[in-house]
């Protein structure tokens, strides 16, 4: 996992010349696109490398031979756009983004072509693309989506294939993963966030029992 990281310098300095240069140039299209399209929090804009890229790097970070990811509610692009950047140089890697907002999916699709990132963007609603999509899926991951319980239920035919869910949680974390314990197919770590001291990062696996192969 990353040390805790709280500066954009100090964040550049841990990581590649090229996924640094990348992340720079995503961090400029976001502010240069966040006065059309709400991209992150007003409020958050100022922090954006501590808040918004360094909480997402501990994503990938934490599943770092995971190649296919999948983002659900990717939004301004946290976790699932800086995950797809710290892969671009990986051979075989992508990275699917799913997100309805039509404007939010432009953005994202810009940054994507802009760095170079191995994205590949779903404009659409997360059942919609559940009920279409059947490619293999190493990973999956969602932030500031949606609670505990209703992400895996988002996840669950992925986690039953034998992906690793990684989700970033705030404050509420300990109630939704006292209501997320109670279903018993699935083996729960928590872990302390690198970035905020109130925050979790949630990793769910499904036990071997239930793993299915995919259809």
Excluded: C
Aim: hydrophobic residues 45%; glycine residues 6%; charged residues 20%.
């Amino acid at each position: 996992m990353l040390r805790p990281m709280t500066s954009q310098s100090e964040i550049l300095a841990a990581l590649p010349e090229d996924t640094g240069r990348r992340l720079s140039l995503y961090a400029d299209l976001l502010r240069r696109w966040q006065p059309t399209i709400n991209l992150v929090a007003p409020s958050t804009l100022p922090d954006l490398w501590s808040r918004h890229i360094g909480d997402s790097l501990q994503v990938q970070a934490a599943l770092p031979d995971a190649l296919t990811w999948l983002d659900f509610g990717s939004g301004g692009g946290f976790p699932g756009l800086v995950t797809a950047i710290v892969l671009a140089d990986r051979p075989g890697a992508r990275v699917h983004l799913v997100e309805s907002d039509k404007r939010k999916a432009a953005f994202l699709r810009t940054v994507s072509r802009e760095t170079g990132a191995p994205a590949e963007i779903h404009a659409e609603r997360i059942e919609a693309f559940n009920a279409n999509f059947a490619g293999s899926i190493d990973a999956v991951s969602a932030r500031a989506l949606a609670p505990l319980v209703t992400l895996v239920a988002y996840a669950e035919k992925y986690l039953l294939q034998g992906a690793i869910g990684v989700f970033p949680k705030g404050q509420q974390a300990e109630a939704e993963l006292t209501a997320l314990s109670l279903d018993r197919r699935y083996q729960i770590e928590s872990v302390p966030s690198q970035t905020q001291e109130t925050a979790r990062l949630v990793i769910v696996r499904a036990l071997s029992a239930w793993v299915v192969p995919p259809k």
